[in-house]
């Protein structure tokens, strides 16, 4: 490990010796069906393996990926929504919504995310932007804004448009974006949930139609699609330990076995390399008017690398503090963070914090220090 120091900012960078992974894997490329594929890291956005994942295709259903992360960024969750006549009447897979019924956003969300509901994609865009033009341009804006450029939406449901399209690159990137957020995460990897049904003395119990989270290990999202135009489309993901992968068909004829053998293949690809255990000391600080003249400050979790054989020089920390840290501190409080960088760009962070309280120093004490500067910088001019 190599450390450089720079004023306020540390950068380590890593480098790993060949023979701390063995011996290359030479496991064969996924065999699928699709039209287009990839599976990728999701933290970093590192391809593991792509199939002609840059050409444009209609996404159906998988467009409400970016349905539920607009939502979430413009829209309250505890928000009562109110179902338009033209909601009601939408095409397609239904949440059964009646003209006039009221639902929470956070219960419409779970009805788009696990049933599908068309209806629902249309009364949230409603909601949130007055009408799903509207809204779907702010999807776009969004999908261009973390990169993926090669989006365009129309609707907020997927429905065959000939505007409405994407690819599997950026399908990808859409999913591990929403993944940084805890409520989309905790959505999309849902396997059952009841909301209410108005007028019925039961509730709308939904299943979540992603067949990925009860039959592979790990899975923990995100959603199907078909329409004729698009055919099967399916984008999955799974978490093994830290490692988070997405993987992306469309237009397959196998999309379960497809997905389950990109997420294979992105798995046998990885290595989790650890760089830091939680509550290790990584630097000290001098703190500014404190009982205490040095701060040890420590990571708030692991830090691990998610590797492969072709690329572990790519990855690199970089220590951030403040140039002054004045007391009081309390110990666990957020003093610094840790960037963690692929190719030179920051994919996440970690805390630092500090390891123990620092007390501002009383007047006494600060008299003290004043006096010991000026009897030190005294002898200093007699010697």
Request: aromatic letters at 8%; charged letters at 20%; a neutral charge.
């Amino acid at each position: 490990m190599i450390r450089k120091g720079l004023m306020a900012c540390l950068v380590i960078a890593v480098v790993f010796p060949h023979s701390v992974f063995g011996a290359p894997k030479q496991d064969a490329t996924p065999d699928i069906s699709s039209k287009a594929a990839i599976v990728i890291e999701a933290s970093t956005g590192k391809v593991l393996f792509a199939y002609r994942a840059e050409e444009r295709n209609f996404p159906a259903s998988t467009t409400k990926m970016m349905t539920l992360l607009t939502a979430l960024e413009n829209g309250n969750v505890n928000d009562i929504v109110t179902t338009s006549q033209n909601a009601a009447n939408v095409e397609g897979s239904s949440l059964w919504l009646s003209p006039g019924e009221k639902l929470k956003l956070i219960e419409l969300l779970y009805g788009i995310m696990l049933i599908s509901g068309n209806d629902a994609t249309v009364a949230v865009a409603e909601h949130i932007s007055g009408n799903v033009d509207a809204f779907a341009y702010l999807m776009t804006q969004k999908a261009h804004a973390i990169g993926a450029v090669n989006t365009n939406f129309t609707n907020s449901s997927g429905l065959p448009d000939p505007n409405h399209y994407t690819t599997a690159h950026d399908l990808a990137i859409i999913a591990a974006h929403g993944f940084r957020n805890p409520l989309f995460a905790q959505i999309v990897s849902t396997r059952h949930m009841v909301i209410p049904w108005a007028g019925k003395n039961f509730g709308r119990d939904l299943y979540n139609e992603n067949k990925m989270l009860w039959n592979y290990d790990g899975a923990n999202g995100v959603k199907t699609g078909y329409t004729e135009a698009a055919g099967p489309c399916l984008v999955s993901s799974a978490k093994r330990g830290n490692v988070q992968l997405v993987a992306v068909v469309l237009d397959s004829n196998r999309m379960w076995l497809d997905s389950k053998a990109l997420l294979d293949y992105g798995f046998s690809k990885i290595e989790t390399l650890p760089v830091y255990k939680r509550g290790e000391i990584v630097k000290t600080v001098r703190v500014k008017d404190g009982e205490t003249e040095y701060l040890p400050l420590a990571v708030a979790e692991d830090i691990v690398f998610p590797v492969s054989l072709d690329d572990r020089q790519n990855f690199e920390t970089v220590i951030e503090t403040a140039v002054k840290n004045s007391a009081p501190i309390i110990a666990g409080q957020k003093v610094g963070s840790i960037k963690l960088l692929y190719k030179g760009k920051a994919y996440g962070s970690v805390d630092l914090i500090a390891t123990q309280s620092v007390e501002r120093k009383s007047l006494f004490g600060k008299l003290w220090t004043s006096l010991r500067s000026v009897v030190t910088f005294v002898m200093q001019k007699i010697a």
